[in-house]
């Protein structure tokens, strides 16, 4: 059975920094992508970053780059991201999911029940 379990959400002021975990079990990690998405209260979902985990490949969009590191430690099957510079508009449900190789970062196999992130101004 594949579980992806999120970590490391909490309250934090503007310009502070968070570090998310992505533990995942019962997959190959190195045949999926891994990516993070938001969700923030009357918002639309929104792809953060993700990681192609067989040659490391990233990708963040615009509103993070420069702020946010993926990361992965292939032998702990974990994935990481570092929020830096975070701002309010920031907040939400941080939630990581797996894609098989091939299908790219966003046609999910499998995600994770989210940990939550506030930014407080």
């Known amino acids: 059975e594949v579980h992806l379990v999120e970590s490391g959400g909490g309250l934090v002021q503007a310009g502070g920094s968070l570090r998310l975990s992505c533990a995942t079990s019962?997959?190959?990690?190195?045949?999926?992508?891994i990516s993070w998405f938001r969700q923030a209260p009357g918002k639309e979902r929104e792809g953060v970053s993700c990681?192609?985990?067989?040659?490391?490949?990233?990708w963040s969009t615009d509103s993070v780059e420069g702020r946010f590191t993926i990361s992965s430690d292939n032998a702990k099957s974990t994935v990481y991201l570092q929020m830096n510079s975070l701002k309010p508009e920031d907040t939400g449900v941080y939630y990581c999911?797996?894609?098989?190789?091939?299908?790219?970062?966003?046609?999910?196999?499998?995600y994770g029940r989210g940990t939550q992130v506030t930014v407080s101004s």
């Open positions: 999911a797996a894609t098989d190789y091939g299908r790219g970062c966003w046609d999910y196999d499998y």
């Open positions: 990681i192609s985990i067989s040659d490391g490949i990233t």
């Open positions: 019962g997959l190959i990690f190195d045949n999926y992508a």
